[in-house]
């Protein structure tokens, strides 16, 4: 079998996906993006093909190394969310060849089904309690929200109040029971983030993602020493390399590998064993479409140290089409009680709508990251 063509789409709301095409009629699927740089990944996509058309797509180890060694210059977003889309559509490619799912070919299922969280509130999050309550009531059992708009390196007290008070909001509106991920999202600085973060302990948050930025998680014995609750981070890492020194630090409770961002399935696989080896969880970071979501599934099936699945169903950047509207059967990911069954479709285990795809690509997109300024004029992180 043999490699014989890479095609790449850019689609609403702000996604890329990739098939690559082989002289047997076997064919793939990946999403290699960067959200806000589609365009690039997809230029680096087409640089990278000069590698592969031709292989023999089933050496997947092999092509894997001579994509990430081959260039000289590594790592980084940008080549590792291409590297990423390649990878997934290359176990696609092998589970659907020998006509099993992807994490049989990784030794098999260790469990039957996997909790998903969703998100509520958007960037500026509001209307908090009445959502919180729908999402319970469609069954899910965890669910994720950001802590706070945009935050000054020191700002008043009052900010840290006011993102309190919308996590209490959130807690009351569902009991002790349902977990309540509370997501910084890089926005809250050291000096700010070391008071929120203990104001936040009487909620009993499920984790606090991205308390800090990820060039200042050295900080993080500082600050989130003696919590009550789990630390995460990792959807702005990109391989190994950078969660051993995390891992190795005893940094974080939880790492959120991004499998569009972090090379694939087969790094993903890599980052989890080394984040089990230091007794750390895993919850793949995942706001993007159904094949990234189906890749981290797979993941998550051979992984003991999964415990909860981001999806981006119903989210609050996904205007004009949804996860399921690029799929021609969308039972896989159907999410029953909170709970995701474990696939048993050959490859990744959702089927593409081509054809979706292609009419779509003739909108795409050129989705950016909102630009915020705080009330002086300068740059304030999203």
């Known amino acids: 079998m043999k490699i014989t063509a890479l095609k790449t789409w850019q689609v609403p709301p702000r996604w890329m996906f990739l098939k690559i095409e082989t002289d047997e009629g076997i064919v793939g699927w990946g999403e290699p993006v960067i959200e806000g740089r589609a365009a690039t990944v997809q230029a680096a996509v ?47 490619i092998k589970g659907k060849a020998l006509g099993v799912p992807v994490h049989q070919l990784l030794g098999g299922a260790v469990r039957d089904k996997m909790r998903m969280y969703c998100w509520i509130g958007g960037d500026r999050p509001g209307d908090i309690g009445r959502q919180a309550k729908e999402v319970v009531a469609k069954g899910f059992t965890a669910f994720k929200m950001n802590g706070a708009p945009e935050m000054q390196i020191v700002d008043s007290h009052r900010k840290v109040d006011e993102a309190v008070a919308r996590a209490a909001e959130a807690r009351e509106a569902v009991g002790p029971d349902v977990g309540i991920a509370i997501d910084f999202h890089g ?51 990109f391989t190994r390399y950078d969660f051993r020194a995390i891992l190795e630090g005893r940094m974080v409770d939880i790492v959120q590998p991004d499998l569009c961002h972090c090379g694939g399935i087969t790094e993903g696989m890599k980052i989890a064993t080394l984040a089990e080896t230091y007794d750390v969880a895993l919850a793949p970071h995942c706001p993007l479409g159904p094949i990234a979501l189906a890749a ?39 999410i029953e009680n909170g709970y995701l069954p474990v696939l048993d479709q050959p490859g990744l285990g959702v089927s593409i709508d081509e054809e979706k795809i292609i009419e779509r690509s003739q909108e795409g997109h050129r989705w950016r990251n909102p630009i915020w300024r705080h009330e002086d004029g300068s740059i304030a992180e999203w």
């Open 187 to 237: 926005r809250v600085h050291r000096p700010m983030a070391k008071t929120l973060l203990r104001e936040l302990e009487s909620i009993h948050p499920l984790f606090v993602e991205e308390p800090v930025l990820s060039e200042q998680l050295h900080c993080l014995p500082q600050i989130a020493s003696g919590l009550s609750y789990p630390i995460a981070t990792g959807e702005r890492m």
């Open 296 to 334: 981290s599934l797979q993941l998550d099936f051979i992984s003991h140290n999964a415990f909860i699945q981001e999806q981006s169903m119903g989210i609050h950047y996904n205007k004009g089409n949804d996860v399921l509207d690029y799929v021609t059967d969308p039972t896989p990911l159907k």
């Open 46 to 92: 087409e640089e990278l093909s000069d590698y592969v058309i031709g292989k023999d797509p089933r050496n997947i180890q092999d092509i894997w190394q001579m994509l990430y060694r081959g260039g000289f210059y590594r790592g980084g977003p940008i080549l590792m969310s291409a590297i990423a889309g390649i990878d997934q559509a290359l176990w696609d």
